[in-house]
């Protein structure tokens, strides 16, 4: 059986085995809180980046942690850095939410050094699928709850910006010129426009013409996403602030039972859409998590010991 322990012979620097499992557990934490203040600022490429990082180490972690204790100790320091960004939204669903990310993370690296313990030599692929199931289940369920739960259904307008700015690449495909900060009335008259210009009867027609069909389309066009979004819609605003407004009506007019199915169901499609892609991150994951291992015995920061083992055979007599 494989045994990989902190290197019980002190480095350069004199650093004691316990403390360079601290060091392990440091960066963890360190990337973790890095991880979710950038979810909580709402800059998701960075978030996601220190997120790969958080989960590569915190494998790397489970490799070193042994006992039950241990491993709870070292789980606790990590959730409590991931959930402090977003403190400023304590509430019981924080709470719950905060369980949750302690007891998926506990269970990941409780897997991870069982799975470790039963194997002869570490396949870093399978301990991987073994552990991030479970990390991520706890990530996403934390942000989730936390963000759709505890922000008494109320969105910010800086959130919705966010949200468009992301989209707008893929809406522009099909609505030419969209912009989260164009002005809705002028995005309304590109759209009538594009939608008029290959039409013979508006091409012969003068530009006091034009301008007046053009008008009338746009009245037309407001109205008809006015009755299919069930709010009044404002041409001078941008379209950033009729989306804004728009959603905020709606999930303020939503009854408190029906905010808790909303939610659960909005919850359930994010882990679900998750779970879809997960094996998407297994080899990359692996790869890292392998890179950072070999790196720790390339510093002289681990060694392996082999540990013979008792076998059972089980036959008739």
Known sequence: MVKIIADKAKGSGGVSPSTKVYVLIALATLFGALSSYFFNMGALLYGTIFLVLFLTFFMVESLFVYTKLQIATAVAINAVAFSLPFLRLISIYFVIGFILLFLFLFLGAYRGRREID?????????????????????????????????????????????????????????IEGFDANINTGDLLARVTEKQLESSDEFSALSARDKQAVINEQIEELKAGIEEWAGASIDLDATVTENIHNVVDMKLSSLTPRAQIYWSAALIATVWLSVQGVEFLVYIPLAILVFLVYELLFAMGFAVIQMESRSKEIISLK
Do not use: H
């Not at 396949?123 to 996403?140: C, E, M």
């Open 118 to 174: 039963n194997m002869v030599k570490i396949k870093f692929p399978k301990l991987v699928r073994v552990i991030s199931g479970s990390l991520i289940t706890a990530v996403v369920l934390f942000l989730s709850i936390v963000v759709i739960l505890s922000s008494n259904f109320s969105i910010s307008m800086e959130r919705v910006d966010q949200i468009v700015r992301i989209s707008t690449p893929l809406v522009s495909k099909f």
